[in-house]
């Protein structure tokens, strides 16, 4: 099994995508959801951030660790934080999909508060897909008994 162990700080401020998008009309009338100019800009921001060492397309199953250090103290929703997050990784080939199959877990993803230095530190490590199920397994048998 190869190993998968990498890690950077992307030093912008998180954005998430849900809370940032805009509905637009097509110039025949119909709307449509495109997303803010704040998370095209956070997307940009991120391409020129994560270098190519980092664009490995990686497709076997992993943990996506995000500490998201957050400008204000405002209340934001973590799903929402992972999402932005994930859709760049792939945007920007460091995964090759950010489906359940690959993106298995983000144990020890936090929210966190830094005013001064609002950033996202990413760990990105291979996770063996029975890892959680076993242990899983084995608590439920030791209370079985």
């Given at each position: 099994m190869k190993e998968i162990k990498m890690r950077f700080v992307i030093p912008i401020a998180p954005v998430t995508k849900k809370n940032h998008?805009?509905?637009?009309?097509?110039?025949?009338?119909?709307?449509?959801?495109?997303?803010?100019?704040?998370?095209?800009?956070?997307?940009?921001?991120?391409?020129?951030?994560?270098?190519?060492?980092?664009?490995?397309?990686?497709n076997v199953p992993v943990n996506v660790k995000a500490?998201?250090?957050?400008?204000?103290?405002?209340?934001?929703?973590?799903?929402?934080?992972?999402?932005?997050?994930?859709?760049?990784?792939?945007?920007?080939?460091?995964?090759?999909?950010?489906?359940?199959?690959?993106?298995?877990?983000t144990d020890g993803s936090r929210v966190l508060y830094d005013k001064h230095n609002p950033r996202t530190e990413v760990e990105i490590e291979r996770r063996d897909q029975n890892e959680s199920n076993g242990s899983i397994q084995q608590e439920a048998t030791a209370e079985d008994e």
């Open positions: 998008q805009q509905i637009r009309r097509t110039k025949d009338g119909r709307c449509f959801i495109a997303q803010s100019e704040q998370y095209r800009k956070y997307a940009k921001d991120c391409r020129r951030v994560i270098t190519g060492a980092y664009r490995k397309k990686i500490l998201y250090y957050m400008p204000t103290r405002r209340r934001v929703d973590i799903v929402n934080l992972h999402s932005a997050l994930h859709d760049v990784l792939v945007e920007v080939g460091v995964l090759e999909d950010d489906n359940s199959q690959i993106v298995v877990s």
